[in-house]
């Protein structure tokens, strides 16, 4: 059964990111952010989505420890990343409001969060990511993870030309002041 729920979860995470990548390649696809709430692309991201996110968490639990007994401290650290790191994109979500961190526009955020990093849903998100794979130890975890975490660095790259066209000239002057992930104010980063 895990086999099975891994696999549905690989192929359905894999066809987000070939989507993503293919966004990339073609902008004219435009897969994320969707160009509404009526178009495949919306009706394809959010069910892959879905299977791809219920297939990892269902993973973690039934491939707990699989590659081995790993120390307490691993545990202790990966527990505390994946809570920080989950409880933080949980967080700044809400407070950004479900419609825009969702790919619909209601309004640029450049305040709070939002003025540390463009993108810091993301950041945290992938912190939660690590702190779940140290905390599950199991080399399918591992597998998803990477995909998941793979989706959000590149998801980025594929909403800000959405953003640029939402919100023109203050997108642009917050993008050279703000880092896309982390480190220094860059829109390199």
């Not at 099975?4 to 993503?20: D, K, P, R, Y």
């Not at 950041?123 to 130890?137: D, F, P, T």
């Not at 939402?166 to 480190?183: I, L, N, T």
Request: some cysteine; glycine content about 8%.
């Amino acid at each position: 059964m895990t086999i099975a729920i891994f696999a549905a979860s690989l192929i359905t995470g894999s066809a987000l990111l070939v989507l993503s990548l293919a966004s990339l390649w073609r902008p004219q696809i435009r897969f994320w952010p969707p160009p509404g709430i009526d178009t495949w692309q919306y009706t394809a991201f959010w069910w892959l989505f879905r299977i791809f996110s219920v297939g990892i968490v269902l993973v973690c639990i039934l491939d707990y420890g699989a590659i081995g007994n790993q120390h307490a401290a691993q545990s202790i650290v990966g527990a505390a990343l994946a809570l920080t790191g989950f409880g933080l994109a949980f967080y700044v979500t809400f407070r950004l409001g479900w419609k825009d961190a969702h790919g619909e526009a209601t309004g640029l955020t450049t305040s709070g969060w939002y003025s540390w990093s463009r993108n810091p849903v993301y950041v945290v998100s992938i912190v939660g990511m690590v702190g779940m794979g140290l905390l599950v130890h199991s080399w399918l975890a591992y597998c998803l993870l990477s995909i998941w975490a793979a989706l959000y660095i590149a998801a980025p790259y594929l909403e800000e030309p959405w953003l640029e066209h939402e919100y023109g000239d203050a997108y642009r002057q917050y993008k050279s002041e703000v880092p896309r992930f982390v480190g220094r104010c860059s829109n390199e980063i």
